[in-house]
């Protein structure tokens, strides 16, 4: 079956460490996406990357980094500067041609808890 | 730059009620509208979809309808159930993807 896996769904951490999400997705979409979404609120645009080796930041990018080594792969680093991780991280992909995107796909999410 | 705007929740209903949640959109182009479910701990789904001015878009009894000429796309249902419990997002596609603030629908028996 095709989709998109996020890894773990729980995730425990201390303040001051650093921590990497897992998003990987089969559905050879060129674009993939990271969201935050904290309780009660919408999603916010963390990372974004249309295109293998290339990646853009989105409206609240400070704290976190992301690489994209290879078209399937999308992971994200929740780093020690990022003053409020605690969330619910969503990954999700899309096809993307020229300047048109296309409907999003979504993962199952990892609730990051830092304490 | 491009946004959408939807009802405020929560929203509360008795199970086979007639279900609405509003949706507007600002937008330069013509975009692609969205809406998607989230149940419970889990990822967004996608609902239904319209690509084009006056598409409908439905799936499992939901409908929306793109208007253009009110820049709306407001969901639909005729008799919602328990199941139906969740938070709907609406969005539009043009160049990048938005999402609505979400609203929180409960169904009761």
């Known amino acids: 079956d095709g989709g998109i896996t996020q890894s773990p769904k729980y995730l425990f951490r201390k303040e001051g460490q650093n921590v990497t999400l897992s998003c990987e997705q089969n559905?050879?979409?060129?674009?993939m996406y990271w969201y935050r979404q904290d309780p009660g609120q919408g999603l916010r645009l963390i990372y974004y990357?249309?295109?293998?080796?290339?990646?853009q930041k989105g409206d609240i990018a400070e704290g976190y980094s992301v690489s994209r080594e290879k078209k399937e792969s999308f992971p994200l680093t929740v780093t020690s500067a990022q003053k409020n991780p605690t969330a619910f991280y969503l990954c999700?992909?899309?096809?993307?041609?020229?300047?048109?995107?296309?409907?999003?796909?979504f993962g199952p999410g990892t609730r990051l808890t830092v304490t | 730059g491009d946004s959408v705007t939807q009802m405020e929740g929560p929203v509360t209903l008795s199970e086979e009620a007639f279900l609405t949640i509003n949706c507007t959109y600002t937008?330069?182009?013509?975009?692609?509208l969205f809406w998607y479910v989230q149940y419970p701990g889990e990822g967004l789904q996608l609902l239904l979809k319209?690509?084009?001015?006056?598409d409908k878009g439905s799936n499992k009894g939901f409908e929306a309808t793109y208007r253009k000429e009110t820049t709306s796309f407001h969901l639909e249902k005729g008799s919602v159930q328990v199941s139906d419990s969740a938070v709907y997002f609406c969005?539009?596609?043009?160049?990048?993807?938005?999402f609505g603030a979400g609203t929180r629908l409960t169904v009761k028996p």
């Open positions: 999700a992909s899309s096809p993307y041609l020229g300047t048109t995107s296309y409907e999003q796909y």
């Open positions: 559905l050879n979409h060129d674009a």
């Open positions: 990357s249309q295109i293998v080796n290339d990646f």
């Open positions: 937008a330069t182009g013509y975009p692609s």
């Open positions: 319209a690509t084009k001015a006056d």
């Open positions: 969005a539009l596609s043009d160049s990048d993807m938005r």
